[in-house]
């Protein structure tokens, strides 16, 4: 996901609860610099404020690890040394 991507989704969850820029920054706690930022992509946005703010809007933020695969030619159930 870009940070294009997150303000997009930040700026249409925030239009279809009906809030204002200012409204959703009080909320969450941040300027509204910051929410303008983020909602136009900005990639330096801080997480902290950023998570701030899906909060406030009752976003979920899920990050799943990678998958690790054993390495080819092995079953993955070799001993470590």
Do not use: W, Y
Request: a positive charge; glycine letters at 12%; charged letters at 25%.
């Amino acid at each position: 996901m870009t940070p294009e991507e997150v303000g997009r989704i930040v700026r249409e969850t925030r239009r279809a609860h009906g809030l204002r820029q200012d409204q959703l920054a009080g909320a969450a706690g941040v300027g509204v610099r910051f929410l303008v930022e983020l909602e136009a992509g900005k990639a330096t946005a801080q997480i902290g404020k950023a998570l701030a703010v899906l909060a406030a809007l009752g976003c979920n933020l899920r990050i799943e690890p990678p998958r690790m695969e054993p390495p080819p030619g092995t079953t993955g159930h070799e001993s470590r040394k």
